[in-house]
């Protein structure tokens, strides 16, 4: 079964940056879609927010969209890992970001990485 391990997390005040990893166990090269969720309250549903196909071809959230391109999804099928490339952060940004395939494998979930955006 695969599974997932999130990294990149951390605290940031308004306006920076993170860099979000996401290492699958195994090959992510046959998988056509790859994605990032996010839970931004215990007991909150997890959103989809970023995919990206097998081609590297993303799409974002409206939310996302209508910000201009605050966060840029990225894979390397060669290393299995995703990217979540996320700028200009807002306190509603925080959350705990986990990456799966779309639609997630209920057996996949990692632990995922908390982002805190706080000034």
């Known amino acids: 079964q695969l599974q997932f391990v999130e990294s990149g997390g951390g605290f940031v005040q308004p306006g920076g940056s993170l860099r979000l990893s996401c290492a699958a166990s195994g090959s992510i090269r046959s998988i056509g879609v790859m994605a990032w969720y996010r839970q931004q309250a215990p007991g909150k549903q997890r959103e989809l927010v970023a995919v990206i196909s097998r081609g590297s071809k993303p799409d974002y959230i409206s939310s996302v969209k209508a910000d201009g391109g605050r966060f840029v999804i990225s894979r390397d099928n060669t290393k299995n890992t995703v990217y979540l490339q996320m700028n200009s952060l807002k306190p509603e940004d925080t959350a705990v970001y986990y990456c799966?395939?779309?639609?997630?494998?209920?057996?996949?979930w990692g632990q995922g990485t908390q982002v805190t955006v706080s000034s």
């Open positions: 799966n395939t779309d639609p997630a494998r209920l057996d996949s």
